[in-house]
């Protein structure tokens, strides 16, 4: 583990890696600024460029757009109260009191500070705790296996939408999609309408890029009239430093170990929240926050970054991805051969943990690329109409798209999962579970069907061994959960209801 | 906002049983082995399909929250959009990336109502050949051959 660790470091550390990750977290700053344009719509951007390139570099690239990402979205928070993220809408309550105050660039300093603190505590648990997890996962045999992509199946249907129903037809569509081209073990074609074309099955890149690009860039516009009249606010932006180290590191510790839990027990997106009442609960001056509160701006920024590295935990060792960025990641590896679980440890190690390493660099890499100094230049960023962007993202999918295969059917095909995608959307159905169907179906698949050699056709081998049935039942709790949670909340409506009509009477 | 989650998921619902129909239904003339999995899948499908019909029609009130529709102005400028790429990917192979890149550009902001010719103009010439000339030197990609190359 240790050599390793040492050897992801020295991976780390060739120029055009070092390139990269500069490269990355200011890509990831850029998009984070723009308001709607996510993490994930960057690194699914990003993926088809990676492709001619090492896997160190290009980890090296998503691993900056992710950090990046973050802090970018801090940027439009504090000067305008426009959040870049969900997560930097805490950041709005007092970073942006603290601009109204003359103190925007010291809250800009302040938010790549604690956005650095969490990455790195976070990249930090990525290299300590994922061996562990490994190590459980070496005694799974395939039906183990099989139940594991289920349960990754199960946990993204289940925890990125807020319809467990729609998250899991969305799997299935995914698994659908994945089963289309060649059987690899009977040589059936499969949907394939005999086109030589779908032979080979439908390309990951084109799906992913499609459902996660064309839609938010086709959204973008219908965005068009907020935008505008908010960035015209004039704020200056004087780099300083307005927070203490005795201030604050008791936030960034209590929000780092709060997003790290986040990240590897996905589906909270109250991790903010948590963190700020957290916050708000240990200073001294309780009274300050959403007028100002330093601590405010430390905790929502800190937790923010803290799940970013931490998220790839379940994602590296099992397979089992807790966020869309987690998803893309997981797909970016598959597109570079490697395949997350025991082996990937074995055969990649310096990879994965230089793939820490990157997330630690780009983390300090922030405090210089994205502090007040950088900030006065990302501030014009918000003045770029939004309807300059679609075309400028559009263009850079299908180039991306086309030149991952040199082929115009990746292009129809990005096309044509963008439509879909947008109809989903539009449905409420979320998108990123047929994204990980689609990665984990032909892993499950092959599971499955092994399995079910190594017993001779006897179905009983899925639920007879000790490991299997643990994993059967914690996929069953995360499918109830959501169910038993609607039943809680219709019950408590009821309650309330009657309670109301009571009062009235 | 329940009546339209409600037409939302009934919709969605008929449609999805088709496609996990068809998809069953195809998978029957795969050998035993191949259709074991895609016949689970699209069954599973038309199951959970099923169950959200009944929700929608039966159980409104367990619906999750929904998005609203878009307004005209809404709807319209995403129209433009989405059929603007539509065109545009159709165009790249007769003309070429680069040509109908920057024709792209340059009808969408004026579909969309973006006056300021300038920044349009020089935007979309110098990213056309920006991407062009980056992904050709790096990556080696042959674009479909332009309409002006073959001019001149």
């Not at chain 1, 070092?18 to 709607?36: F, Q």
């Not at chain 1, 060792?317 to 869309?324: C, E, Q, T, Y």
């Not at chain 1, 032909?442 to 299997?468: C, H, M, Q, Y």
């Not at chain 2, 239904?25 to 689970?40: D, H, M, R, T, V």
Request: proline residues 5%.
């Amino acid at each position: 583990m240790l050599h390793d660790i040492i050897g992801g470091l020295v991976g780390m550390l060739d120029p055009l890696t070092i390139l990269m990750m500069i490269l990355g977290t200011l890509i990831g700053i850029v998009i984070g600024a723009l308001p709607g344009i996510g993490a994930s719509l960057g690194i699914a951007l990003a993926i088809p460029f990676t492709y001619g390139m090492g896997p160190l570099p290009a980890l090296a690239l998503l691993a900056g757009i992710h950090t990046g990402n973050g802090q970018g979205a801090a940027i439009p928070a504090i000067l305008f109260k426009i959040p870049g993220s969900a997560g930097s809408m805490v950041t709005s309550w007092d970073g942006y009191p603290l601009a109204l105050k003359g103190k925007a660039g010291g809250a800009i300093n302040l938010s790549a500070v604690s956005c650095a603190v969490g990455g790195i505590l976070s990249a930090i648990s990525l290299m300590l705790l994922t061996q562990p997890l490994v190590a459980i996962s070496r005694s799974f045999g395939p039906p183990e296996i099989f139940w594991v992509n289920v349960f990754g199946l199960a946990t993204v249907a289940a925890l990125l939408g807020n319809d467990i129903i729609k998250g899991l037809l969305s799997a299935c569509l995914g698994l659908l999609i994945g089963s289309v081209g060649i059987d690899t073990v009977t040589g059936a074609e499969r949907y394939t309408f005999d086109s030589v074309y779908l032979i080979n099955g439908l390309p990951d890149v084109a799906v992913m890029v499609g459902i996660f690009t064309l839609p938010p860039a086709w959204e973008l516009v219908t965005r068009d009239r907020d935008a505008v009249g908010n960035a015209a606010l004039g704020i200056k932006i004087v780099s300083e430093r307005i927070w203490r180290f005795a201030q604050v590191w008791k936030v960034w510790a209590l929000s780092s170990l709060i997003g790290i839990i986040n990240g590897i027990l996905p589906g909270s997106a109250i991790a903010s929240f948590l963190a700020y009442s957290e916050a708000k609960r240990i200073s001294k001056h309780p009274e300050e926050f959403g007028k100002g509160s330093i601590e405010g701006v430390a905790a929502s920024e800190c937790v923010g970054s803290a799940d970013n590295a931490s998220a790839m935990i379940p994602t590296l060792a099992l397979g089992i991805p807790g966020s869309n960025v987690a998803v893309l990641m997981l797909s970016a590896l598959q597109i570079h051969g490697m395949t997350p679980g025991p082996q990937l440890f074995s055969d990649h190690g310096t990879i994965v943990y230089g793939y820490a390493w990157a997330m630690v660099i780009t983390s300090l890499l922030l405090i210089p690329l994205a502090g007040a100094g950088a900030a006065r230049i990302f501030a014009y960023l918000l003045k770029v109409p939004i309807i300059l962007l679609l075309p400028l993202i559009i263009v850079t999918s299908v180039a991306g798209t086309f030149a991952w295969q040199n082929s115009m059917s990746n292009v129809f095909i990005m096309l044509a999962s963008g439509v879909v995608g947008l109809a989903m959307i539009r449905y409420d159905f979320p998108i990123a579970p047929v994204v990980i169907g689609l990665v984990l179906g032909t892993k499950a698949e092959f599971n499955l069907r092994v399995s079910l050699l190594l017993s001779d056709g006897d179905w009983s081998i899925f639920v007879s061994r000790p490991i299997s049935i643990v994993i059967m039942l914690m996929t069953l709790a995360l499918l109830m959960y959501p169910i038993y949670r609607a039943l809680a909340d219709r019950r408590a409506n009821r309650v309330s209801q009657a309670q109301a009509e009571a009062e009235l009477d | 906002m329940q009546s339209i989650a409600r037409k939302k998921d009934v919709v969605s619902s008929v449609v999805v049983f088709a496609g996990a129909l068809w998809a069953f239904l195809e998978a029957e003339s795969f050998s035993s082995g191949a259709a074991i999995f895609p016949k689970g899948v699209a069954g599973l499908m038309m199951i959970l399909s099923v169950i959200m019909f009944m929700r929608a029609v039966a159980f409104p009130s367990f619906l999750a929250d929904t998005i609203g529709n878009m307004d005209s102005w809404e709807f319209r400028r995403m129209a433009i959009a989405a059929v603007g790429t539509v065109a545009y990917i159709l165009l790249i192979i007769p003309i070429g990336f680069v040509e109908a890149s920057i024709l792209y550009m340059l009808v969408n902001c004026y579909g969309l109502k973006y006056r300021n010719y300038k920044v349009v103009v020089i935007t979309s010439v110098v990213f056309a050949f920006l991407v062009s000339s980056l992904f050709q030197r790096y990556f080696h990609t042959p674009w479909p051959e332009g309409v002006l190359s073959r001019l001149y």
